[in-house]
């Protein structure tokens, strides 16, 4: 390995995170936005490097100040790991290089190098998570990712984005505090934080009362930070009042992290060593899940606000993710994270199409996009290929993780036909509530008087924009055809965490 | 003796959650929660823990009480009616105290030298600290070098906080200046008009700048480091804000000033990682900064711990004049 090679894992974090404070200080125009878009594209190909170490057999980590863990904090980054940087790096680079004149538009020029600076605060809290193989480690990046994507969310036009990042923060507050108590008490009773480390000494304390509140309290947090199915409520207002770069990027990323801790500590930690907590696991979360996708997508087809309705249905997406995780099967499981991949490139897709959508149009409810497609027809067609891989038509990505997910329930027998039948009618609300936008805005009769500012004439989004759109749309495409990668990451993860358990 | 003075400390925290928890008058509230800081601080002194009990209460009773008022001083005194059933909220937190109550069934008893914490990493810690390291207080080794990662993360949770301030308060383009207007035209805030405080903060100030300043420096030795002086020296310039008013004391460190403070802060700490890179260890690695491996680690040390106390005193005065600024407005 080489020199650089073996800095990888802490560059990740350390690229980002030290760039932040530069980026605050650059006050000419256009400036912070430039530093911040190189920076996160640098971020990119640390984990596209990162990646293709990781497929040639590496598993990288790394000894933070030189002392080895569990004394000092270690960082690992395996399949999983890289499969969810990938998607962090990726979607903040793309967010970024759409997102310039959306913001230009919603955030004032000597606020911006505090927005940009919160943004890449956002990437390196997240990347932080992802790399760290340590349990307190993983809730100080927790810390830095949310507290800067309250700040980015809060920079909406819209006042009440600020109610909305109230209720975020809350929960969100609540939901870290819940996996601290949950990390101290298993440091009580194991006097380790290193997640490997705490695998192997809990083992003789497993069935003590503190041990099964951690598992508890650790759950419960994630969850709520995760938005899983009933402690979503702060999503969908979140994701619609934030500006819509910031939702193109959260949406994409931000609630898969929460689920890759929840599912890393989970398999490492608690199914090896806990009696019966496979059981557990699935029947706390598969309820939850098919609730999930039923009053998720039930609520998205009444919803007409474009934003909160891709907010609801994200809720329902994470009840997919969810779904094949408590099937605890090899399968199931690689269903699980490969639909963490593909569903981020369907709502990266579909939120970069409404931020383009928004550059022409005020309002972004159905009533009032009467006709956009017929101005914007590039813009709205990258939406629809968004859409058909949300669903999960064939050809698309999003084919792939449902078609994982049907042969894992098909496994479990009778149950499993009752869970495809969920899947199948999760799916059919999907084409209702997509549809509903392509009817309004290819087939409605045009409205006039809804342009973003009276002098606009409504055209096709900047060329800039667009093209960055459908290069996001066309990754639906590519990984719906060419399934190598995402397959390759998924299947290995999911083998090295089911190993763990009996 | 220490079981009865923690039983003591922890009845009184209980009460005053409550009765914060149950006033509807928001000064009152602000001000119990500098007392329920002050006892976590009392209480974290009594398990010995005088670093953490330092912070607190720097930062809990007397930093956050001084934002809280500001806060306060944007809104109205008193809590608005809850438009929510508060049912549902009342069962959460009963059943979240009842299963940690459950957890502690099987704790390790207080005090117990076999208690797990004390048997894995922390007695390696004290064993191998004077010959890695070598200073004095070992809590101030951990946190700067062992885990020195979190350190840095935890400065930069600070460095977001202020961040998240700025942005959100200067959404009103201009607000600032036209306050800092407004206090030059004559109603200005603070205790410039009441002699007694005037007096005795000025004589105060000096000392308290002097006492951060040893907390900064003497954190190898003693309880102390960064984040404690850090909250010492704005809250000396706190106090000198409002007793000669906010305007003098952006005279003294204006605003640009504080934001390269901090974000200077963040970066001195950063720097000292990349340095261990360029020197061919690892991230964050102190030992290769001088010949001395231990001669490294004490330099590493020392240079993080400014850069902490940089960034925490910028980000808190910072946060202090944005909301004075907005409360001229």
Known sequence: ????????????????????????????????????????????????????????????????????????????????????????????????????????????????????????????????????????????????????????????????????????????????????IGVGLIYMMTGTLNLADMAMRIHEVSEQRPILVAAGFITVGLALKAAVFPLHVWLPN?????????????????????????????????????????????????????????????????????????????????????????????????????????????????????????????????ASLGGAARRMPWTMSAFVVGALSLIGVPGTAGFISKWYLVTAAFAEGPLGYFLIAVIVVGSLMAVVYSWRIVEATWFAPEVQANPVTAETTIGEAPMAMLAVVWLAALTNIYFGLFTALPRALAEGAAGALIAGVP | MTVLFGVFLLTLLVITAIAIVRTKNLFVAVMLLGIFSLLIAANFFVLDAADVALTEAAVGAGISTVLFLGALALTSEFERTPTRRRGLSLAVVVCATLVVLYATFDKPTFGDPNAPVHQHVAPWYLENEPELIDIPNVVTAVLGSFRGYDTLGEVFVVLTAGIGVLFLLSARPGAGARGRQAARDGSRIGLQNDVIPRVVGRMLVPFILLFGLYVQFHGEYGPGGGFQAGALIAAAFILYALIEGEERTLEVLPRNTLIALAAGGALLYGAVGIAGILMGAEFLNYSVLASDPITGQQWGIILIEAGVGMTVSGVLLLVFHAFAARDQA
């Open chain 1, 1 to 180: 390995m080489t020199s650089l090679e073996f800095h990888l894992p802490a560059l990740q974090v350390a690229v980002p995170l030290l760039l932040a404070p530069v980026v605050v200080l650059l006050r000419p125009r256009g400036l912070a936005w430039a530093a911040a878009t190189v920076t996160s594209l640098m971020a990119f190909a640390i984990a596209v490097a990162m990646t293709q170490g990781i497929l040639d057999g590496e598993v990288y980590r790394y000894a933070m100040g030189g002392w080895e863990a569990p004394y000092g904090i270690g960082l690992r980054v395996d399949r999983f790991s890289a499969l969810v940087l990938l998607l962090v790096t990726g979607a903040s680079s793309l967010g970024l290089l759409a997102g310039k004149q959306s913001i230009d538009r919603s955030i004032e020029t000597q606020r911006q190098p505090l927005f940009y600076a919160a943004w890449l605060l956002v990437v390196a809290g997240l990347a932080g998570i992802l790399v760290s193989a340590d349990a307190f480690n993983i809730f100080v990046f927790m810390e830095i990712s949310s507290l800067a994507s309250y700040v980015v969310v809060a920079g909406g036009t819209d006042r009440r984005a600020l109610p909305a990042v109230f209720k975020y923060l809350i929960m969100g507050t609540i939901g870290a505090t819940f996996y601290l």
């Open chain 1, 238 to 366: 979140a994701y619609t009042y934030a500006p819509h770069a910031v939702s193109a990027f959260l949406a994409a990323c931000a609630t898969k992290v929460s689920l890759y801790v929840l599912l890393r500590f989970d398999f490492v930690v608690f199914q090896p060593n806990l009696l019966g907590h496979d059981f557990q696991f699935a029947a706390f979360l598969m309820p939850l899940a098919v609730l999930a996708i039923l009053v998720g997508s039930t609520v998205a087809m009444f919803e007409s606000n474009i934003k909160r309705l891709l907010g609801y249905s994200s809720v329902a997406q994470i009840g997919y993710i969810m779904l094949g995780a408590s099937l605890v099967s090899l399968t199931g499981l690689s269903a699980s994270l490969l639909h963490i991949f593909n569903h981020a490139l369907a709502k990266g897709t579909l939120f970069l199409a409404v931020m383009a959508l928004a550059m022409r149009f005020g309002q972004l409810d159905l």
